[in-house]
């Protein structure tokens, strides 16, 4: 099984930057696609980006596009999520997630953090 632990969260002001961690405890890190996503409140949780389990392909939501960057580090058993050029609407909590392929479907994930929270001031 897999074990995951977000990190990098707290306040910025709008056109500010941040960077999430999230670090996967277990044997199988290696094989799982890795996607964030948000929940913003009085709101659906939403899916941002992911990478698959070699990080040869990545995915973004519309909203996000040009302005985060999803990345991960296989031997640190490590994904990152580094967000620039933030605005108020990013407010959110944000979650990591494991799983068995690259998907935007939150069913599509088998494993999922605690989340760590963004926000963003204008």
């Known amino acids: 099984q897999v074990q995951l632990v977000e990190s990098g969260g707290g306040l910025v002001q709008a056109g500010g930057s941040l960077r999430l961690s999230c670090t996967a405890s277990?044997?199988?890190?290696?094989?799982?696609?890795m996607g964030w996503f948000r929940q913003a409140p009085g709101k659906e949780r939403e899916f941002v980006a992911v990478?698959?389990?070699?990080?040869?392909?990545?995915y973004y939501a519309d909203s996000v596009k040009g302005r985060f960057t999803i990345s991960r580090d296989n031997a640190k058993s490590t994904v990152y999520l580094q967000m620039n050029s933030l605005k108020p609407e990013d407010t959110a909590v944000y979650y990591c997630?494991?799983?068995?392929?690259?998907?935007?479907?939150?069913?599509?994930?088998?494993?999922w953090g605690q989340g760590t929270q963004v926000t963003v001031s204008s």
């Open positions: 990478i698959s389990w070699n990080g040869g392909s990545t």
């Open positions: 997630a494991a799983g068995r392929a690259p998907t935007n479907a939150i069913l599509g994930y088998d494993y």
């Open positions: 277990g044997r199988i890190f290696r094989s799982y696609a």
